[in-house]
């Protein structure tokens, strides 16, 4: 596939093996149908139940025609054409933010950013890989370790919840990473597409989900911390303890009991 110019790419759209299952706006998808890299029989016969379970390697591809991307920091495997990597720090200050973000949102502080025309290709992973368009939530919160990728029109903030003395007696996250702006953001999520719950809210409407089972919520919604029951005894007999609150208009994503981000 060309890149550039005088530069051609063989042997990975074109290979049989591999296949794009989406794509949106600079961000493609490949997934190969089985991992050829395997040489030893009991890991051959491993990722033979894995392929029939679905469980397939998928890279993040990125074609960039003088764009530029952020990506999660180590998530580059190579890169050509006219592309260069920086950061998108703009100064000490900027520096220090970031650093800060960095730390209570347990995402990289820094993060490279990509500018240029060229292709880059992650690095390979079995986790599910989501295409969302920020537009589309007006600010999108995600939870700890799903972010890999953003067009840079995309903006990185952070979103807290509304009670704080509840999160952190309950050792919960009380702050996410927030992507905001116009632009595609790549997620890697432990489920697919097709297993994750959304929750569609109305004013006057309130979801409450226990632990990390939300992966992203929109930001119009208020989340807060609280017990999940109005007395502590109640709480105490349901087992649950402190649940995440969310409430007003918005959606809510939702992994399944057997999946666990954090």
């Known amino acids: 596939m060309p890149c550039e110019k005088d530069m051609r790419i063989f042997n990975m759209h074109n290979d049989s093996n591999v296949s794009i299952t989406k794509k949106k706006g600079v961000f493609s998808v490949m997934e190969h149908r089985t991992d050829l890299s395997q040489n030893d029989p ?58 800060i973000k960095g730390k ?23 986790k599910h890989l989501i295409l969302e368009e920020i537009s589309d939530h007006g600010g999108l919160a995600v939870a700890d370790g799903i972010f890999l990728a953003c067009e840079d029109t995309v903006e990185l903030k952070i979103s807290t919840v509304k009670t704080f003395s509840g999160a952190v007696a309950g050792n919960m996250g009380i702050f ?51 017990r999940s029951s109005k007395t502590l005894l109640g709480s105490a007999v349901s087992g649950e303890g402190l649940v995440n609150v969310y409430r007003g208009v918005g959606s809510v994503w939702l992994t399944t009991a057997s999946a666990n981000v954090k």
């Open 104 to 126: 209570i949102t347990g995402e990289s502080a820094i993060n490279p950013l990509y500018k240029g025309t060229g292709m880059i290709i992650c690095e390979p992973t079995y």
């Open 42 to 99: 009991s890991q051959a016969m491993m990722h033979f139940y894995m392929q029939h379970q679905g469980i397939h390697k998928r890279q993040l591809a990125i074609n960039l025609s003088n764009q530029g991307v952020i990506l999660q920091n180590g998530a580059m495997q190579w890169m050509a054409g006219d592309v260069k990597s920086t950061t998108d720090v703009k100064g000490i200050g900027d520096l220090f933010g970031k650093a």
């Open 176 to 226: 996410n990473l927030l992507l905001k702006g116009v632009g595609v953001a790549a997620l890697e999520c432990p489920l697919p597409e097709e297993e994750i719950i959304r929750v569609d809210l109305s004013q006057g409407e309130e979801i409450r989900v226990d632990g990390p089972y939300a992966i992203m919520w929109d930001e119009n919604l208020v989340m807060s911390v609280e």
